[in-house]
């Protein structure tokens, strides 16, 4: 399980990297805010690197309890 949440933090920081790169080269001084979409997709990476963190975290410390 650690495993696999570890892999799964790694590829959305990855994401997570690419879409705020995104977001900076994309917006222009002239628009009126950041593009939608990528605001979206910004958020739903944070949402899974807390997730996988924690289940990362999680799994490492009741493996030995169950």
Known sequence: MQKIATKVFV???IAFAIIG?????TT???SNGPNVILL???FTTVIVILTSFALSIASKYLNGKS
């Open 11 to 13: 590829w959305a920081s």
């Open 40 to 42: 979206k997709l910004l």
């Open 21 to 25: 790169m995104l977001m900076v080269l």
């Open 28 to 30: 222009s001084p002239t």
